[in-house]
Structures are given as C-alpha cells and as structure tokens.
C-alpha cells in the first residue's frame, strides 16, 4: 500500500466519525420529540380540543335614518364614544316641521269644530223644548175653543186652523227630534277629549310631531362610532344606514369546532381563548353556554341538498357560543371579529346536556330607551293644543 491510500484512509476515518455521531444526535432528538409528544398527549392533549375558526362577536346595532331629507350637520366620528340619546346627525327638517305644524292647525279645527257640534246639540234641546211648549199651547188652545164652539164664540173655521197649527207644531217637533239625534251621534257618550274626530286629529298630529323629533338621528345604545356614512348635504331615504354603534362590554366567542370532536362538548365546560391580537401570553378563561342548533352549512345561503348522493363528504363545523368574562373584557378589550383559538377542556366545568344551554338574555336585555319621550313628548303637545281651543 503507498503512502497517498494511508494518508487518504487516515483523513477519511474522522469525517465518519463525526457523520455517525451526527446520525446519532437526530436519532436521540427524534426519539427524544416523540417521547416529549406522547407525555403531552397522556397529560394535556387528550384532555383538550382546540380550534382556530373561532371569531370574536357581538351586539352592532344599526343607526338608520327614521325620516326622508338632507343631512345638514355630522356631529360625531368613526371610533368615538357615544352614548344612548346622544345626537349623531340633524337633518334638515323644514318638511317634516310644516307637516307638523299643518296637523297641529288640523287638530286645532277639529276640537273647535267638536265644541260647535256639542254646543248644536243644546241648542236643538232648547228648540225642541220651544217647540214642546208651542204644542202644547195650541193643545190647550183647541180644547178652549171646543168648549166655546156650542156659545157661538169660536167659528169652526179657527178651530180648523188650530188643528192645523197643532199637526205642523208636531211636525216641527219631530224635525228636530230627528235633527238632534244626528248631531248627538257625533258626541253621545263623549268628551272633547276623547272624541273620535279628536282622537284622529290627535293621531296625526303625535305621528307628525314624531317624525319631526326624528329629524335629529340619536344613538340607540351606548357604545363605539362605526361605519359612518352620513356626510353633510346627503339626501337620505327612511331606513338608509347612517351609522353603526357597538358596545364592547358584552362580547362572546362563536367557535366552530369539528363535527368529529363535538361528542365531547357540552355546555358548562370551560374554555381558554387566545387572541391573535393580544398573543399567547394573555388567555381569557371562557364558558360554553350552548351549541347553535345546527352545523354552519345548514344557515348558509344555499344549503346542502345531498339527495342525489352525488357529493364530496366533508367534516362539517357546529358553531359554539362561548361566554368571556367581563372584568377580561375590561382589562384587555377586545373587538367584534377578531380571530381566537378556542381549547376546550372536555372534562372540565360541570357539563350539561346540549339541550340544557346556559345561555340567558342580559339582565337589562336588548332594549334602547330613546324613544320612550318621542310619545309622551307629543301626548303633552297635543293636550296643550286641545286645551288651548277649548
């Protein structure tokens, strides 16, 4: 063997060393990784289903426009805190003021004209009364004149023209009967307050002033400024979309788990939500209060219509409601439609039946307070209206 094969072996010796030590190193990391995954599995994954199709919801109430016209003052932004009532744009309201005031000038007629057709009524009781008493005079006037007739003092022909004057006196008493009874089918059994001519006036005149009142567009709820879409000088329609208002304080996580792993699920177990936008250093400790009754593709536009049984099998989603705690939400605030990783814990909490959901209607519930004075604000303008013709 010449010196050049000696030298060669000498330098190839090492490299093999190292390759195998290298071979063995991955080996021990391989062995070492499945040994950390199936610890991780007999201590924690098998305990826990996660998914990251979860979304951050909840209440965005729509600000539209109540009445037609033009938008003459934006006083609000998108991001800025608003509260219930608060004034978010004025229309310009000169039509919906002169409807206003043009139902007022109405209701205002038809009280005085509600007062003129009680006062017709007295006043056909007193005709009627005048001509009872006319009646009854000529009554006693022809028995007077019967009485004189055999002492020649009367002439038959005067007796005549009473009998005459007594059948058109009757005559004049029943036209005014039959008068009066028309004119107390307009108010028997009414006030001006509550006549029906009235009430009606009333009624367009409270609709009126409430579409004028609606000329000043107010936040229904309290909560954050979005999508704005009113800008000075815009014509508006009744029912466009202005503004959008959302309260960040009763948030929840709609989770959409995997049909496969939904037997282990149940409403009362606990959850624990990871934000993207906060990252995983911050978890919220979530409740599941009840499954949506149906999987997402049932609420889909076009739901699947697998008849035929022409079709791809997919593993369907089942859309979980997941409660956040408020006082999480209060320290770190979190947005409608924020991406979260959802990880049940299937043997935690006290599960319940998913016919049993958790899930109940806040205390204060789903209400807005605004137009409770639109009503009573009118009710008071219309009675000062009546009182004033009274």
């Keep these: 063997m010449s010196t050049a094969q000696l030298a060669s072996e000498s330098e ?43 979304y951050v919801n909840g209440n965005i109430s729509p600000v539209d426009s109540l009445s037609a016209g033009t938008i003459q003052q934006v006083l609000v932004e998108n991001t800025e805190y608003v509260h219930a009532g608060q004034i978010l744009a004025i229309l310009q309201g000169n039509h919906s003021r002169l409807d206003m005031e043009k139902a007022q000038a109405h209701l205002a007629a038809t009280v005085r004209q509600v007062r003129q057709d009680f006062a017709e009524v007295h006043a056909l009781q007193q005709n009627i009364q005048a001509k009872n008493a006319m009646l009854r005079k000529l009554k006693m006037d022809l028995s007077r004149y019967q009485q004189s ?28 009967q039959a008068r009066l009874q028309g004119a107390e089918a307009l108010v028997a059994s009414t006030t001006v307050y509550d006549n029906p001519l009235v009430q009606q006036a009333v009624a367009a005149y409270e609709k009126a002033d409430i579409t004028w009142q609606r000329h000043l567009i107010r936040a229904p709820i309290s909560g954050y400024l979005a999508q704005r879409s009113a800008y000075p000088g815009l014509k508006v329609k009744d029912g466009q979309r202005l503004f959008s208002v959302v309260p960040l304080n009763d948030l929840w996580v709609v ?93 935690s909490g006290h599960p319940h039946s998913v016919l049993q959901p958790l899930t109940i209607t806040p205390k204060q519930g789903y209400e807005t307070s605004i137009y409770h004075d639109e009503m009573e604000r009118a009710q008071i303008c219309a009675n000062r209206i009546i009182q004033k013709n009274l």
């Design 149 to 176: 007739l055999p002492s020649g003092a009367i002439s038959v022909i005067r007796i005549e023209n009473t009998y005459n004057e007594i059948a058109a006196a009757s005559a004049a008493v029943a036209e005014a």
């Design 12 to 54: 190839l010796h090492p490299m093999e060393k190292r390759r195998r030590r290298l071979l063995v190193v991955v080996a021990l990391i391989i062995i070492l990784a499945g040994l950390i995954g199936i610890l991780w599995w007999f201590l924690r994954g098998q305990y826990w289903i996660e998914t990251n199709d979860a």
């Design 255 to 347: 989770a959409n788990f995997k049909e496969t792993a939904m037997r282990r699920i149940h409403p009362g177990q606990s959850v624990q939500l990871t934000s993207y936008y906060y990252g995983s250093e911050v978890h919220f400790h979530g409740t599941i209060l009840g499954l949506l009754p149906g999987a997402g593709s049932a609420f889909s536009i076009l739901p699947p219509q697998n008849a035929t049984g022409n079709y791809i099998h997919i593993v369907e989603r089942v859309p979980v409601r997941i409660a956040i705690p408020r006082a999480e939400l209060r320290k770190y605030p979190l947005r409608p439609g924020l991406s979260m990783i959802a990880e049940v814990h299937w043997q």
